[in-house]
């Protein structure tokens, strides 16, 4: 099941259908209701944040500093907009690559590399230090293999 980061993927929750989630904007937040993920099933892509003030992309560090300081998804939006911080889609091409993983994932065929593994843990890493201290709802996936490794920048 592909589909972006909406009430929709409860279907696949409900059916128990591995889940691509695309074009997620947010992934440490307070909420007051949960998708089910499952970590060794389901994977996700997020949006890229492109900070037009000085005109550069923000790495996930940067992302979740924001999620730390704001923490409601709400308030989350706003400081982008007050910010001048533009949320980019995922590209046609990185949700196909996304999907070709998951359809690896389901034959048995999909394997990381070394250097995915590193960038992999590395994510799991922020995240970790993006939740220190709150309760908040997390996007505990994943990241498509294809998407960070034509973005490892962001593991910066």
Not at 92 to 102: G, V
């Amino acid at each position: 099941f592909v589909a972006g980061f909406s009430g929709i993927l409860q279907f696949a929750a409900l059916y128990d259908r591995p889940m691509v989630m695309i074009n997620v904007p947010v992934m440490t937040f307070n909420a007051d209701a949960l998708n089910f993920c499952d970590r060794a099933r389901d994977i996700f892509l997020p949006k890229k944040m492109y900070d037009t003030l000085n005109k550069r992309y923000l790495t996930f560090k940067e992302i979740f500093a924001i999620e730390r300081q704001e923490d409601s998804r709400y308030k989350i939006a706003e400081y982008y907009d007050a910010h001048g911080i533009v949320l980019e889609e995922n590209t046609p091409e990185e949700i196909a690559d996304a999907a070709e993983e998951m359809l690896e994932r389901l034959n048995g065929t999909f394997k990381y590399t070394p250097e995915d593994e590193t960038r992999q843990k590395r994510f799991s890493e922020l995240l970790v230090w993006a939740c220190e201290g709150r309760n908040c709802f997390v996007v505990d996936l994943p990241v498509g293999r294809n998407f960070l490794r034509q973005n490892d920048w962001l593991l910066e």
